[in-house]
Nanobody
Framework: QVQLVESGGGLVQPGGSLRLSCAAS??????????MGWYRQAPGQQRELVAY???????NYADPVKGRFTISRDNAKNTVYLQMNSLKPEDTAVYYC???????????WGQGTQVTVSS
């Protein structure tokens, strides 16, 4: 069973940066068989996909984060990263990673990591 552990969140001022990490606790490499994405859920809102990286390394971003966030992957470490720059208060949310599939299949969700952007 795949266990996802997110880390790197915190409190940051508007305009600041954070780097999130997502480590998959599983034997064998899973990131070379699944696209992986970062999702976020703000209070009272649905979870949304903000960025994903395909098996081939192609990336895609939601419009609100395009140009500010960068997703990357280290297959050898079973880890996915999200570099977040120029953070805005509206980026405040709990951030999760999970696979991205056409049929909506997901691993069990991890605990997420809280990102709060506030002055």
């Amino acid at each position: 069973q795949v266990q996802l552990v997110e880390s790197g969140g915190g409190l940051v001022q508007p305009g600041g940066s954070l780097r999130l990490s997502c480590a998959a606790s599983v034997s064998g490499n899973i990131f070379n068989v699944n696209a992986m994405g970062w999702y976020r859920q703000a209070p009272g809102q649905q979870r949304e996909l903000v960025a994903y990286i395909t098996v081939s390394g192609s990336t895609n971003y939601a419009d609100p984060v395009k140009g500010r966030f960068t997703i990357s992957r280290d297959n050898a470490k079973n880890t996915v990263y999200l570099q977040m720059n120029s953070l805005k208060p509206e980026d405040t949310a709990v951030y999760y990673c999970n696979k991205v599939t056409s049929n909506g299949g997901r691993y069990n969700w991890g605990q997420g990591t809280q990102v709060t952007v506030s002055s």
